[in-house]
Nanobody, 119 residues
Framework: QVQLVESGGGLVQAGGSLRLSCAAS????????MGWYQEAPGKQRELVAQ???????NYADSVKGRFSISRDNAKNTVYLQMNSLKPEDTAVYYC?????????????WGQGTQVTVSS
């Protein structure tokens, strides 16, 4: 089985920084794209950033220039560096990964980590 385990959330003041991590555990798989989503109270889950297997990235307009996604393939881990945080960034952040196992691709989600930005 494959599991995604997130860490790094917390409470920070506006203008501060946080770094989220998401590690995939298990064996016998290859990870394609990985991404981070946010889900604010009363809102749908939305894409924040994603990174493909070749390292190419895509960001939501609201976080461009402030957030940076990266991955360490040796550790099966994706990171989200969040700088210049704003109160509107407050949300539960979920990572996901498209993982190939037994010749089929599956979409996995982490359990979510809370990020709260105070004004």
């Amino acid at each position: 089985q494959v599991q995604l385990v997130e860490s790094g959330g917390g409470l920070v003041q506006a203008g501060g920084s946080l770094r989220l991590s998401c590690a995939a555990s298990g064996s016998g798989f290859v990870i394609n794209a990985m991404g981070w989503y946010q889900e604010a109270p009363g809102k749908q889950r939305e894409l924040v950033a994603q990174i493909a297997g070749d390292g190419s990235t895509n960001y939501a307009d609201s976080v461009k220039g402030r957030f940076s996604i990266s991955r360490d393939n040796a550790k099966n881990t994706v990171y989200l560096q969040m700088n210049s945080l704003k109160p509107e960034d407050t949300a539960v952040y979920y990572c996901n990964a498209r993982i190939v196992r037994e010749r089929a691709e599956y979409l996995y989600w982490g359990q979510g980590t809370q990020v709260t930005v105070s004004s």
